[in-house]
């Protein structure tokens, strides 16, 4: 079997350096390359057996542990070595916390490199001499907010991309990592800027994180925007949110908008139980809406359910009237906005004609 590495970095002549060191340890091997973490996970999403993958800590897309975390989580059986310019104790003691077989300094000469990949490579750990000064980088800040937040984030069932003003990728979640991966009209282009699969979509979209970035100064609230982005699989478009960051929240060097990717192919049903709680709906009234929030139509359902269309529609204009909404757009919007869409993946829809 032919061995393959992947090399992940975002210096070109770290990246070549690294390639080199491979070639000599292996000189028929497979060498791919990446050059953030969203392009890195999409490389180990081919289906290939992986001998090694080495990464930088701090790539376009993520920082530090969250990279790690998503690498183990797509392929964890490849093991990982990390290459860093960070040479403290501290910071190899945290990535060798998470599994990584190695650690190795971006100052370490091509002998030692080699060094350090042939005996991960026999199965072994290297763990390199470090000093035990310490660092000011954010990568293993163990602020609980910042842990929570992330975890926060995992857990909701859109994508979400924190990016900077010029569309650089600081921060994704889970769910916005394999929605990059399908390569399927959002993107992270090599450099770790968020992109879709067209110039036009790509320029609206930057021109939306910027203005949602722009410091307006006096206290004026920055705007945000919506649009949607086609799929060159030629399923339904994704649609984005692009919200700006609290000020107080964030720093200008760093993400300070958020985009919000809902993807209308994924189908789950919010709970009856959650939608009749939160509404005071009844049952019959909670099934239509939970219909209608995954696209169905109100004649599909009425086959569906038994019953006839005078029904579905008295049913509607209750749900309309509990849930203070007038059209089928307004409604699915309000769930979506609601703690319900924490349980579900809804989907947008088109108005249907029996709106009124």
Not at 49 to 76: C, E, T, W, Y
Not at 262 to 273: I, L
Request: aromatic fraction near 6%; charged fraction near 25%; hydrophobic fraction near 40%.
């Amino acid at each position: 079997m032919k061995t393959t590495f992947v090399v992940a970095d975002d210096h070109p002549l770290v990246l070549e350096g690294v390639k080199g060191v491979l070639r000599e340890i292996e000189q028929e091997a497979d060498i791919l390359q990446a050059t953030s973490y969203p392009d890195l996970l999409q490389v180990l999403s081919q289906d290939i057996d992986f001998s090694l993958v080495i990464a930088d800590l701090n790539m376009p897309g993520m920082a530090g542990l969250d990279g790690i975390r998503a690498v183990q989580s797509k392929r964890p059986e490849v093991p990982i070595v990390i290459i860093s310019a960070t040479e403290s104790r501290k910071a190899i003691n945290k990535t060798l916390q998470c599994g990584v077989a190695g650690y190795m300094f971006k100052s370490f000469s091509q002998s030692e490199m080699r060094h350090a990949l042939e005996q991960v490579l026999e199965g072994e750990t290297f763990v390199p001499e470090a000093n035990n000064e310490m660092f000011s980088s954010d990568e293993f800040s163990e602020e609980p907010t910042r842990d929570f937040g992330a975890a926060a984030l995992n857990q909701l069932p859109m994508g979400v991309v924190i990016v900077d003003r010029s569309a650089q990728v600081v921060f994704m979640n889970n769910n916005a990592s394999d929605l990059f991966a399908q390569n399927d009209g959002v993107d992270v282009g090599p450099t770790g800027i968020f992109r879709t699969a067209k110039v036009a979509e790509t320029k609206n979209l930057h021109a939306l994180i910027a203005d949602a970035a722009i410091d307006l100064g006096d206290g004026d609230q920055r705007e945000g925007g919506a649009m949607t982005v086609s799929r060159p699989s030629y399923r339904r478009s994704f649609s984005l949110l692009v919200v700006p960051l609290p000020d107080e929240d964030v720093s200008c060097d760093h993400g300070n908008v958020a985009v919000f990717i809902n993807d209308p192919e994924r189908h789950n049903e919010p709970p009856t139980s959650v939608l009749a709680r939160l509404y005071g709906l009844t049952e019959a009234e909670a099934r239509l809406l939970q219909a209608l929030i995954v696209g169905k139509k109100l004649e599909t359902f009425a086959t569906e359910v038994g019953v006839s269309m005078n029904t579905v529609r008295s049913h509607l204009k209750q749900v309309f009237r509990k849930t203070g909404t007038n059209r089928q757009p307004e409604l699915v919007s309000l769930v979506m906005n609601s703690s319900a869409y924490l349980a579900s993946n809804p989907v947008w829809v088109e108005e249907d004609e029996y709106d009124d």
